[in-house]
């Protein structure tokens, strides 16, 4: 590795995924001003909007979509079309 390139400033940082609540520690460098207390320490907090733990690759789970209305929607849509 090069010498002088490499961010010194790693810590154990808080991530909160917002979507449920998951919270895990990791080391970065990401700056903010936000703090959470886990398990009696303190650690700088960075927000998602999703993770792991919440999206649906990782977890199997899809979101339902309502799929029949917007079918619905093509095939009215483009009946004009039709021969």
Not at 9 to 28: C, E, H, I, P
């Amino acid at each position: 590795m090069q010498k002088g390139i490499h961010p010194e400033n790693y810590r154990m940082v808080a991530f909160k995924d917002m979507s449920n609540g998951d919270v895990f520690l990791t080391k970065s460098t990401a700056n903010t001003k936000e703090t959470l207390d886990v398990e009696g320490t303190e650690y700088p907090l960075i927000k998602l909007e999703i993770s792991r733990t919440s999206h649906p690759f990782y977890t199997g789970k899809s979101k339902l979509v309502d799929t029949a209305g917007r079918i619905d929607k093509f095939k009215t849509k483009y009946a004009k079309f039709k021969k």
